[in-house]
């Protein structure tokens, strides 16, 4: 996953964002917050840039203080294709199972994503 800082980039995100309102809204927020001196210290995180399949935003990692927070650990996730969200749900890099997190988003297909993920791994979902 590639951290998003340029202002130019993160500018160009948000208006690719607007354009597929209302499922974009739990990303939207922090995109912007990011992009207008990011007070909260998020990242924005996505697959490939320009053209993304997967946008991820997050508290940054030197932030998390209780690995056991769902709050402090919320993850906000839009994504283009169900494939995307697989790959990221599966990979380490991003998200962090030693972490309890909660993810957050609009579209169908979230819910049973993460469950699928998380049967295989034998992992607990509530």
Same mark, same amino acid.
């Given at each position: 996953?590639?951290?998003?800082?340029?202002?130019?980039?993160?500018?160009?995100?948000?208006?690719?964002?607007?354009?597929?309102?209302?499922?974009?809204?739990?990303? @939207?927020?922090?995109?912007?917050? +990011?992009? $207008? /001196?990011?007070?909260?210290?998020?990242?924005? !995180?996505? =697959?490939?840039?320009?053209?993304?399949?997967?946008?991820?935003?997050?508290?940054?990692?030197?932030?998390?203080?209780?690995?056991?927070?769902?709050?402090?650990?919320?993850?906000?996730?839009?994504?283009?294709?169900?494939?995307?969200?697989?790959?990221? @749900?599966?990979?380490?890099?991003? +998200?962090? $199972? /030693?972490?309890?997190?909660?993810?957050?988003? !609009?579209? =169908?297909?979230?819910?049973?994503?993460?469950?699928?993920?998380?049967?295989?791994?034998?992992?607990?979902?509530?």
């Amino acid at each position: 996953m590639l951290i998003l800082r340029c202002p130019a980039q993160l500018q160009l995100l948000e208006e690719t964002l607007r354009k597929s309102l209302p499922t974009t809204l739990p990303v @939207l927020g922090t995109v912007m917050t +990011v992009a $207008r /001196g990011n007070p909260a210290s998020h990242e924005v !995180l996505v =697959d490939s840039w320009p053209h993304f399949g997967i946008v991820l935003t997050r508290l940054c990692p030197e932030d998390h203080r209780d690995p056991r927070d769902y709050y402090t650990n919320q993850l906000s996730v839009f994504y283009r294709d169900k494939g995307a969200l697989q790959a990221l @749900l599966e990979s380490t890099e991003a +998200v962090t $199972r /030693g972490r309890a997190f909660q993810i957050l988003g !609009l579209q =169908d297909g979230l819910d049973e994503a993460v469950q699928e993920v998380a049967s295989a791994r034998g992992l607990k979902v509530e």
